[in-house]
T-cell receptor, first 115, second 115 residues
Framework: AQSVAQPEDQVNVAEGNPLTVKCTYSVSGNPYLFWYVQYPNRGLQFLLKYITGDNLVKGSYGFEAEFNKSQTSFHLKKPSALVSDSALYFCAVRVPYNQGGKLIFGQGTELSVKP | DAGITQSPRHKVTETGTPVTLRCHQTENHRYMYWYRQDPGHGLRLIHYSYGVKDTDKGEVSDGYSVSRSKTEDFLLTLESATSSQTSVYFC??????????????FGNGTRLTVT
């Protein structure tokens, strides 16, 4: 079965420090992986995706994610956190087409960046 | 943004009553989705549509129905609301079926409370 897990409910980081939000996945075939961000009282916004190619993917707002096939991980990173990065982050994996092609989301990780 | 509007933004209703949530998009996207967001579960797909009058079930479709009479509108109906359907509901749309080429665009959500 396809699944995605975010092992941390909350991540706390001081402003200016690097941040990592963890994601692991289980999928048959080649993984198509995504990160979305949700600000309070808003819908989710697309951040970045991994389809193929370079294992380090760059996205919006200075975020990047590292795909690691051997560890089945797709961790979200940023070299220097901002208070405005505080939000709920979701990792997602696309289900193969023969199983519907839809996105399965992790349970979310709340990132809190303190001044 | 895809210009997705959800209405109402908040609703309180009683157990056993029917409820309809509305989603309107202005980007002429063919694919539309309804998700529910619950703590510890992330987002779970309820129903989706791949064109006018073409809909299919997601992973948590019991107790819900949908209709799509126009490209821009996608309605979610709780036939007889239960307390377990208290949740935040998100509508999303995409241009293509290939979600790795055409990321999901989300509305701002409807917070539904069933008493």
């Amino acid at each position: 079965a396809q699944s995605v897990a975010q092992p941390e409910d909350q991540v706390n980081v001081a402003e200016g420090n690097p941040l990592t939000v963890k994601c692991t996945y289980s999928v048959s075939g080649n993984p198509y992986l995504f990160w979305y961000v949700q600000y309070p009282n808003r819908g989710l916004q697309f951040l970045l995706k991994y389809i193929t190619g370079d294992n380090l993917v760059k996205g919006s707002y200075g975020f990047e994610a590292e795909f690691n096939k051997s560890q089945t991980s797709f961790h979200l990173k940023k070299p220097s956190a901002l208070v405005s990065d505080s939000a709920l982050y979701f990792c997602a994996v696309r289900v193969p087409y023969n199983q519907g092609g839809k996105l399965i989301f992790g349970q979310g990780t709340e990132l809190s960046v303190k001044p | 943004d895809a210009g997705i509007t959800q209405s109402p933004r908040h609703k309180v209703t009683e157990t056993g009553t029917p409820v309809t949530l509305r989603c309107h998009q202005t980007e002429n996207h063919r694919y539309m989705y309804w998700y529910r967001q619950d703590p510890g579960h992330g987002l779970r797909l309820i129903h989706y549509s791949y064109g006018v009058k073409d809909t299919d079930k997601g992973e948590v479709s019991d107790g819900y129905s949908v209709s799509r009479s126009k490209t821009e509108d996608f309605l979610l109906t709780l036939e007889s609301a239960t307390s377990s359907q208290t949740s935040v509901y998100f509508c999303a749309s995409s241009r293509d079926r290939d979600l790795h080429h055409s990321p999901l665009h989300f509305g701002n959500g409807t917070r539904l409370t069933v008493t």
